[in-house]
């Protein structure tokens, strides 16, 4: 049973940074390098978003919001799946999860959470003005 554990959520000031992490477990070493892995977010009564996708190799997607703040990056020796967050605003709060999916999946659409097969717990992240 595959299962997503995130951590690295906290609160900040406006234009601090946060490194969020999520690590596969139970899926094989073979079987993650062939997954595309993404963050997403969630504000109370908001649609699930999109942040960024890392696909096959060092394939890479950001949605508007993130690009030139965030860094999404993926550690296949660890299964673990990095955001690196800088300049934070308040827009920014939300629960973001991590989410993975066999490639051929998602690879149409990586920000987009309907191919995705599975998604870790959240990790709230909050950020003050």
């Known amino acids: 049973q595959v299962q997503l554990v995130e951590s690295g959520g906290g609160s900040v000031q406006a234009g601090g940074s946060l490194r969020l992490s999520c690590v596969a477990v139970?899926?094989?070493?073979?079987?993650?390098?062939?997954?595309?892995m993404a963050w997403f977010r969630q504000s109370p009564g908001q649609a699930r978003e999109g942040v960024a996708a890392?696909?096959?190799?060092?394939?890479?997607t950001y949605s508007d919001h993130a690009k030139d703040r965030f860094i999404i990056s993926k550690d296949n020796d660890k299964k673990t799946l990095y955001l690196q967050m800088t300049a934070l605003e308040p827009n920014d709060t939300a629960v973001y999860y991590c989410?993975?999916?066999?490639?051929?999946?998602?690879?149409?659409?990586?920000?987009?959470?309907?191919?995705?097969?599975?998604w870790g717990q959240g990790t709230q992240v909050t950020v003050s003005s």
């Open positions: 890392a696909g096959l190799g060092a394939s890479t």
């Open positions: 989410a993975a999916a066999p490639t051929t999946s998602v690879v149409s659409a990586p920000l987009l959470p309907r191919g995705y097969r599975y």
């Open positions: 139970g899926l094989d070493d073979r079987m993650y390098t062939y997954y595309s």
